[in-house]
């Protein structure tokens, strides 16, 4: 499996404290049969050089590698919606043309399918993080639809599909995977106990709702053709 979010650089944002707990959320991945990890740092506030995370994921990639972790870093970043567009160019998933994109916690802002065309017109392909625990998408999931238009696509959380964030989040998670607006499962992990990077699970919750084959599809096929730079194939979806 490959895990599109996750804040496993150390000493970055909320995530990882050191690179022993990146060693050991990395671990925690790898036993759960995830072998490539997304490196997505918060960029928000903080504008982390693109250049300087790179040069984290190499250092981190170096760690495993000397402790024998066979989970591979790629670069990536959680990136603020609500930022000047040409912020936001140089954070990338892998060199690709995918973005994570990350609205306001507490709702879906007016101006949002401004957004996701000006980025597509930059020729970058919104993944929007997190939909299910946005207020505004819980309240009305058809906040969520009308932006998935063209090349724009949705990342549920896993720990949401489990239920770790509650009963509310969890059933938003369930009606928009029915409602084929999830393109992606990700782990949004932050530690290695807590909020860890864990996909197994949520994968097989997916299945009872669409099935074994898109279940596997949304850890698998799709963050694949993400690192890959490739079309995802909405056919089978």
Known sequence: MI???????????DGAENVKESISMARVAAKDGITHIVATPHIRETLHPADFLKKCVRNLNQALKKHHVPVEILCGADVYAMLPIQQMMA????????IL??????????????ILFNLKL????????HPERNPSVIHNPEKLFSL?????????????????FGIQI?????????????HFIASDAHSALIRSPLLSEAARLAQKIVGK?????????NPLAVISGKQIDLSSL
């Not at 996750?6 to 000493?11: D, M, N």
């Not at 084959?213 to 096929?221: G, I, P, T």
């Open 101 to 114: 994109i990350e609205f306001p916690y507490t709702h879906i802002p007016a101006n949002a399918l401004d």
């Open 91 to 98: 954070y990338s998933i892998n060199n690709s043309r995918y």
């Open 148 to 164: 998935l238009t063209g090349d724009v696509y949705a990342q549920v959380t896993a720990d949401s599909l489990t239920g770790n």
């Open 122 to 129: 930059e020729g970058l392909i919104p993944i929007i993080t």
């Open 170 to 182: 969890q059933e938003c998670a369930f009606f928009l995977l029915k409602k084929g607006a999830v």
């Open 3 to 13: 895990d599109l979010h996750c804040h496993i650089l150390p000493g970055i944002d």
């Open 213 to 221: 084959e898109k279940a596997r599809m949304l850890v698998e096929d």
